[in-house]
């Protein structure tokens, strides 16, 4: 899942600047953050910052609880 300011939509097609932090979820649920260096070293304000950690937070919270696009995770795992 890449982390990115919010897509802006034109007629035709859609944008967004990807942030460079990624949240890659393993079929089994597990959860692996990359390019945290990466993210660190780009030039935003704090307010972007925080809403970016709040949707790896979000993620997680969707993983753990087995919703949305990851409702077909094995709650057994």
């Known amino acids: 899942c890449n982390i990115t300011r919010p897509a802006v939509f034109y007629l035709d097609y859609l944008t967004h600047d990807d942030l460079a ?17 990466d993210f660190a070293a780009i030039d935003i304000t704090e307010a ?4 970016a950690w ?3 937070a979000q993620l997680r919270a969707a993983v ?4 949305g696009p990851f409702a077909a995770i094995s709650a057994t795992v």
């Not at 990624?22 to 260096?37: K, N, Q, R, S």
């Not at 972007?48 to 809403?51: F, K």
């Not at 753990?64 to 919703?67: C, P, Q």
Request: no cysteine.
């Open 54 to 56: 709040d949707a790896v």
């Open 64 to 67: 753990r609880d087995r919703s």
């Open 21 to 37: 932090l990624d949240v890659f979820v393993h079929p089994d649920g597990a959860i692996t953050l990359l390019d945290e260096d």
């Open 48 to 51: 972007e910052r925080r809403a």
